[in-house]
Each structure stands twice: as structure tokens, then as C-alpha cells.
């Protein structure tokens, strides 16, 4: 712990606002690591659980959605299967609603992380300028020290390299961190949208388009109550001609 204090003394008062982006960065990303880690473990299960359920009954699929509302891949599948026999252009614009809520809330600590990656750099050239001015104004360059003043111009101007290079090992962590999260991000786009095209297809294939073929089909029957008795045949025709 002393040498942690020790360093971070060496590098001056700049040091602080580095150290907070350093935590910030590093509980944006254990934040972000334990979201990731709960949905890609599960998402996949999810999503087979309530395609083959939507196969043989919506509400099953619903209740199963539900189930997985902390995920955001089961609060995806849930907005159209809520619905009351939606159109299927009401079944994609609830899709596509559904999904631009979960994509923002996937980019949580994105803002963050940017800011430290624009900012820890220019912090730490800030520390060093301002130890390099504090150690110039220190020396005396007409004073005859010789080499003990050489020997600490030297140290003061390392010590205030510190602050940039502790700004750069912030920024490079979370240029790291926020590029995977990109990545992660670009990958769950692409799988929501094959799970909601799979879900819509699965829709109009096996309620929609038979609900509306039933509807046809009972709009082109006859109207009456009770379809005309057929005549009873003549007697006089009746024979071998007419059996």
C-alpha cells in the first residue's frame, strides 16, 4: 500500500482524477462482464425454448418469455407474442421496438469508457507539463549546483513521466474493454435479428396464414341455415337405368 501511495505522490495532484477513470473503468468493466456472461449462457436455451413452443401454442411461448424477462432476449421475444392476433407488420414493429430499447441498454458504460479513452491521455501530458514547469522553476541553472542540481532535474522530470504514462495504461484498458463490448454488441444485433425473423416466420406460417385461410374458406360456404334436402327420385324412372 505504501508504494501504491508512493507513486501515485510522485506523480502530483494530477494523479487523482486518473486514478477515479481507472476505477470507473474497471467497474464498467466488471459490470458489463457479468451482464455478458448471464445472457450469452442462456439466450441460446431461451430462444430454442420459445421458437419450438411458438410452434405449438403462442401462450406457452409468452408464459416461457416471461419467464426470462431479466435477459434482455426474453423481454425481446415477449413484445409481439403480448399481443392479441397482431397483424404481422404489428408483429415486426414490436420486434424492432423491442430491440432498439434492448440495443441502448446494451451500450450502457459505452460513454463512459469513451470518455476515458479522450480524456486519461490528457490528463497525464497535463501531470507532466506541470511537474516540468514545477522542476524548471526548482533550477537554478546560474547557481553553480553542478551535478546534484543535474541529478534532481533528472528525478523531477521522471517523476512527472509518471502521470503520462499512467494516463496511457488507463486509456489503452479501456480502448480494450469498450472495443469487446462493441463486438459483443455487433453479434447480439445480428442473433436478435435471426431469432425475430425466425419468430415472425414461425407466426405467419402457423397462425396467421391458416387463421386468414379459415376465414376465407367460411366466408365462401353458402349462406342458410340448412342445406336443400335432395329430391326423392321419381317412381316412374326408377329401374336399371337409374339405380
Excluded at 114 to 134: C, H, N, R, S, Y
Aim: hydrophobic share 45%; charged share 20%.
Amino acid at each position: 500500500m505504501t508504494t501504491v501511495y508512493d507513486f501515485l505522490a510522485k506523480g502530483g495532484p494530477v494523479m487523482v482524477p486518473i486514478l477515479g477513470c481507472s476505477v470507473l473503468t474497471i467497474s464498467t468493466a466488471f459490470e458489463r462482464t457479468w451482464f455478458w456472461l448471464r445472457l450469452l449462457q442462456r439466450e441460446g436455451q431461451i430462444v430454442n425454448e420459445v421458437l419450438d413452443a411458438a410452434r405449438r401454442d403462442l401462450t406457452e411461448a409468452a408464459a416461457i418469455a416471461s419467464q426470462a424477462r431479466d435477459l434482455p432476449i426474453g423481454r425481446f421475444l415477449l413484445a409481439p407474442l403480448r399481443l392479441r392476433n397482431p397483424s404481422p407488420e404489428t408483429f415486426r414493429l414490436a420486434l424492432e421496438n423491442a430491440g432498439d430499447k434492448e440495443f441502448v441498454r446494451m451500450r450502457r458504460g459505452d460513454k463512459i469508457l469513451e470518455t476515458v479513452v479522450a480524456v486519461a491521455p490528457l490528463l497525464g501530458l497535463l501531470g507532466t507539463v506541470t511537474g516540468l514547469i514545477a522542476t524548471f522553476e526548482n533550477l537554478n541553472i546560474g547557481g553553480g549546483g553542478g551535478a546534484d542540481q543535474a541529478t534532481q532535474a533528472a528525478a523531477g522530470i521522471g517523476e512527472a513521466l509518471i502521470t503520462t504514462a499512467a494516463g496511457m495504461v488507463v486509456a489503452i484498458l479501456a480502448l480494450l474493454v469498450f472495443r469487446i463490448m462493441v463486438s459483443l454488441q455487433g453479434q447480439q444485433m445480428d442473433y436478435f435479428s435471426e431469432a425475430g425473423n425466425e419468430l415472425e416466420l414461425i407466426y405467419r406460417q402457423y397462425w396467421y396464414e391458416p387463421a386468414l385461410m379459415a376465414d376465407a374458406m367460411l366466408e365462401d360456404r353458402p349462406k342458410g341455415n340448412i342445406p336443400p334436402a335432395p329430391s326423392p327420385k321419381p317412381e316412374a324412372l326408377a329401374g336399371d337405368r337409374y339405380p
